[in-house]
């Protein structure tokens, strides 16, 4: 299965992004989830959306601004972002097949998201 991310950018705070990871058509029938990670942090997970039902699950850091959403029509995987913060400057992935709490299969490059303050 494989993944690309993009979207990332420079962005002020406050401003909005999404992010789009093209996913494999193998994946329907896996969760996928992004997370992030900022420098000299462990990653992180950011949020998540269920293969059965489109169940999604988010970080406290970012509920109730970020939206993770999936088109399987377009094999996508998006995460919009509002109301950005500098704490959100990091670098995103997205992953798919859940193994684990915050353990997947596989993995897509990341792509860079900076937030100015």
């Known amino acids: 299965v494989q993944l690309q991310a993009f979207g990332g950018g420079l962005v002020q705070a406050g401003d909005s992004l999404t992010l789009t990871c093209v996913v494999d058509g193998r994946s329907r029938s896996y969760t996928t989830a992004w997370f992030r990670q900022a420098p000299e942090k462990e990653r992180e997970f950011v949020a998540s959306?269920?293969?059965?039902?489109?169940?999604?699950e988010y970080a406290d850091s970012v509920k109730g601004r970020f939206t993770i959403s999936r088109d399987y029509a377009k094999n996508t995987v998006s995460l919009q972002m509002n109301n950005l913060k500098s704490d959100d400057t990091a670098v995103y992935s997205c992953?798919?097949?859940?193994?684990?709490?915050?353990?997947?299969?596989?993995w897509g490059q990341g792509t860079q998201v900076t937030v100015s303050s």
């Open positions: 959306f269920g293969w059965n039902g489109g169940v999604t």
């Open positions: 992953a798919a097949q859940r193994l684990g709490p915050n353990y997947y299969r596989y």
